[in-house]
């Protein structure tokens, strides 16, 4: 019998980066976002998940080589409304009608606020 899939060589160069990326709160809980919508959306993450300058340094960090981001110093409930806001920015981003609110509960503002700094969103 033949394979059908050509074996894997050393040569072949790395894995394709992961389609979704798992971000962990300081709680644990993970949150899983497409990885182009957490590029796109954070300059923070986009610089985290990307290789360097280099094509031979492709993952220059231990995040883009796992594709899972720890943020330890935000809980679950401020990661979760990040996520939120990463996707609905990309869905209205090429938006031409009318973009309903981002809705964000005035309890959390202060500290979505140091949080979106961090991450760049």
Request: hydrophobic letters at 30%; charged letters at 20%; one cysteine or more.
């Amino acid at each position: 019998m033949s394979s059908t899939t050509a074996p894997s060589s050393p040569s072949s160069g790395p894995p394709p980066p992961p389609k979704y990326i798992k971000i962990i709160s300081s709680e644990g809980h993970s949150f899983f976002l497409p990885r182009a919508v957490a590029c796109a959306g954070s300059t923070t993450l986009a610089a985290m998940l990307r290789g360097g300058e280099d094509e031979d340094d492709t993952y220059s960090f231990m995040e883009g080589r796992e594709g899972v981001v720890r943020l330890p110093d935000i809980r679950s409930r401020i990661v979760e409304k990040v996520c939120q806001y990463l996707l609905y920015k990309e869905q209205y981003a090429h938006s031409t009608g009318t973009i309903p609110t981002f809705e964000i509960e005035p309890e959390v503002s202060l500290e979505l606020l140091v949080a979106s700094n961090y991450l760049d969103c």
